[in-house]
Structures are given as structure tokens and as C-alpha cells.
T-cell receptor, first 114, second 111 residues
Framework: DTAVSQTPKYLVTQMGNDKSIKCEQNLGHDTMYWYKQDSKKFLKIMFSYNNKELIINETVPNRFSPKSPDKAHLNLHINSLELGDSAVYFC?????????????FGSGTRLTVV | GENVGLHLPTLSVQEGDNSIINCAYSNSASDYFIWYKQESGKGPQFIIDIRSNMDKRQGQRVTVLLNKTVKHLSLQIAATQPGDSAVYFCAENMRGNKLVFGAGTILRVKS
């Protein structure tokens, strides 16, 4: 059983397109996150949702819109894709207030904008 | 390999030797620290954690040391194996349950 699963694993798309990445966790956690990993492997938090409520919104272009239909799902929609959006996007989950074992990460979605 | 040209700090060790990976963190108010391992094509994977009220924690083959005076973390891996080759990240838990990652260190194990 995959604890945090993301789809798709690879996404190649043209500039200007709109795309979505989906994430689901079956750990019963109440908090989910999106992280972006750039070409230098630097991992930066983008968003965090707790029980469907946005709690962290870092300085991210408003072309990025997270959506959490329920606490087990957090999707990321990106409008008007740009070359600089190319990166690996990781979804993660945790139980808020219980930081033991940190976050559980998915295996990532490699987005390539051409 | 995937990490060629990354310009991250790189530690090369001989199989069987001990490895020490270092990390400086930024926020003296951070209360919880985690080491993650990221293998090629995978997400970060939890290795070991430590709370700010401790200065040492041991796991299986791994030890984390925390020096709050100089805001420094280290990860010690005993008897390093080829399967330990990966990028290692330290992360600090900031207020608001936000996990902030350091820059990463590549560990290469030579057989």
C-alpha cells in the first residue's frame, strides 16, 4: 500500500498550458503539503492544508492553486505554465501537532515545461 | 548519474567506513529536526529525528547530534554501505509546523 501517492509521475507539457497534479494519502493524516524541488535539489514548501483549510501559503505565483476536497487529497493546479515551473513537485502529509517521524513524502511528479 | 553537476557538497567514503554529514540550521526557535535520505527518482525518506531538548539520538547505524549553541546538526552513519548512497537533507521544524529543508549533501559510497 502506497502511503502518499501522486499522479502523474511524469508530466511534459507546453508553455501556456494548464495542468493538474493529484495527491492522495491513506495514513489518516490531517495535514498535507506541496513542496517544489528545483534543479539544484533545493526543497521549498509551497502550500499546506489542514483538514481542508489552507494554513501555509508561501510566496508562490497565483498561477498555482491548491485544492483539498477532503483531508486525504490535495491537488495542485497550475495555470499558464512557464519554463521556470519545470521541477519535481512532492506531496507530503503529517499529523498536525504530532511531529514524530516528520512528514511522509510521495515519490514526486517531474514536470517539464517545453 | 542524476547528481552529476549539482554542485552540492559531496562526501565520498569507502564502504565500511563511517560517514559524517553536517548541517547548519537557521532558526534558534526551531524545536524539532529531521534527517531525510533521498534516493534517485524517489521522495525524501525519514531517517532519524531529534527534539531540541536533546543533544544526541541513536538509531540503527545512525546517530544524530544537535549543537544548539552553534545551530549545527550532524548525521553519523556507521559502516557505510553502497545502499546509503543518496542525497541527505536536514530539516528544521519552524513555528506553524513548517518543515524547512537545508541544501542537501551527496553521499557517495565507493566499493
Amino acid at each position: 500500500d502506497t502511503a502518499v501517492s501522486q499522479t502523474p509521475k511524469y508530466l511534459v507539457t507546453q508553455m501556456g498550458n494548464d495542468k493538474s497534479i493529484k495527491c492522495e494519502q491513506n495514513l489518516g493524516h490531517d495535514t498535507m503539503y506541496w513542496y517544489k524541488q528545483d534543479s539544484k535539489k533545493f526543497l521549498k514548501i509551497m502550500f499546506s492544508y489542514n483538514n481542508k483549510e489552507l494554513i501555509i501559503n508561501e510566496t508562490v505565483p497565483n498561477r498555482f492553486s491548491p485544492k483539498s476536497p477532503d483531508k486525504a487529497h490535495l491537488n495542485l493546479h497550475i495555470n499558464s505554465l512557464e519554463l521556470g515551473d519545470s521541477a519535481v513537485y512532492f506531496c507530503a502529509s503529517s499529523q498536525r501537532g504530532y511531529t514524530l517521524m516528520g512528514y511522509t513524502f510521495g515519490s514526486g511528479t517531474r514536470l517539464t515545461v517545453v | 548519474g542524476e547528481n552529476v553537476g549539482l554542485h552540492l557538497p559531496t562526501l565520498s567514503v569507502q564502504e565500511g567506513d563511517n560517514s559524517i554529514i553536517n548541517c547548519a540550521y537557521s532558526n534558534s526557535a526551531s524545536d524539532y529536526f529531521i534527517w531525510y535520505k533521498q534516493e534517485s527518482g524517489k521522495g525524501p525518506q525519514f531517517i532519524i529525528d531529534i527534539r531540541s531538548n536533546m543533544d544526541k539520538r541513536q538509531g540503527q547505524r545512525v546517530t544524530v547530534l544537535l549543537n544548539k549553541t552553534v545551530k549545527h546538526l550532524s548525521l553519523q552513519i556507521a559502516a557505510t554501505q553502497p545502499g546509503d548512497s543518496a542525497v541527505y537533507f536536514c530539516a528544521e521544524n519552524m513555528r506553524g509546523n513548517k518543515l524547512v529543508f537545508g541544501a542537501g549533501t551527496i553521499l557517495r559510497v565507493k566499493s
